[in-house]
């Protein structure tokens, strides 16, 4: 199948729009409260996420409080996890009921932290690849600019990942299989054809992002930096960026639905009651 962006991006609307109030509420529970707890229950959370801060600061500080931010990551992974699995459910083809959706949701969780897992291990593998030959030119020949080219060229490579694997969790959700490399190979041949157009597509969307979180999260840094360094401050700080995390959860799951339906085509049951 053909891939187009303003279809993509028209259906994705459409489809956060549908199904506006239980996205809601689900992004609500899996995203926004365990944002805002992240910020409570770990101590100089905001520092430690701060790319201003010192990097020998914050690097001291996470060993101190190593032990509750492992606990609390991987909650939050786990529960942000369940969260996008459900919203996607909801918003595919078969149209479960939120208790299906929600169901669905935790049973994928272990097949996402085995895709997480691999493209971490895919991601390591390519950079050295291409990272280390340039390298070797750069120190033998002594062309520094050449290190730069190996940094954008690793960039360039981790966004072409995201983009290829980024049909991983529509298809353990819609084509009812718990097979993360299965997931992973099915992502690759959907995206195989278009695959510049969809890296181009998520950049856009990746950027557009972080322009407005940067944006909205400096306003109410200020605004939270008034209320002082207490829990008025870190709950300011929790519910912006919980929403932030709403916002952008509910419309990539969406984007991702929108995206598989058009590579993928109908499915065998929209085709049988076609015929019905």
């Known amino acids: 199948m053909d891939f187009s962006m303003n279809a993509t991006w028209s259906r994705a609307v459409d489809l956060v ?23 409570l229950l770990i101590p100089d959370f905001q520092a430690l996420i701060d790319p201003t801060a010192d990097p020998d600061m914050v690097a001291e500080r996470m060993a101190e409080i190593a032990a509750p931010l492992v606990a609390v990551g991987a909650i939050a992974l786990v529960v942000n996890f369940a969260g996008y699995g459900a919203m996607v459910a909801l918003m595919g083809r078969m149209r479960p009921t939120v208790g299906a959706a929600l169901k669905t949701g935790f049973v994928i969780v272990p097949s996402l932290i085995a895709v997480l897992l691999l493209f971490i291990i895919i991601y390591m593998l390519g950079s050295i690849v291409l990272i280390a030959p340039i390298s ?12 730069a080219i190996g940094i954008v060229a690793t960039l360039v ?60 999260t400096g306003v109410f840094s200020v605004i939270a930096a008034l209320a002082g360094t207490g829990t008025a401050a870190m709950v ?19 984007i991702a639905v929108a995206m598989f339906g058009q590579l993928a085509g109908p499915g065998a049951e929209r085709i049988e009651q076609t015929f019905e």
């Open 17 to 39: 729009r549908d199904n506006f109030q239980l996205l809601v509420v689900i992004a609500g529970v899996f995203l926004l409260l365990p944002t805002m707890a992240a910020y």
């Open 236 to 254: 300011i700080l929790g519910l912006v960026n919980g929403v932030i995390a709403m916002a952008i959860g509910m419309l990539i799951c969406a």
């Open 136 to 147: 070797l030119l750069a120190t033998a020949g002594g062309v520094p600019g050449l290190a």
């Open 157 to 216: 490579f981790i966004v072409w990942l995201m983009a290829r694997l980024s049909l991983s969790m529509p298809v353990l959700v819609l084509e009812d299989t718990l097979n993360p490399i299965k997931a992973m190979i099915r992502s690759f041949r959907l995206t195989s054809a278009r695959q510049w157009s969809i890296l181009l597509f998520w950049a856009v969307i990746f950027i557009v992002y972080m322009v407005i979180s940067l944006v909205v």
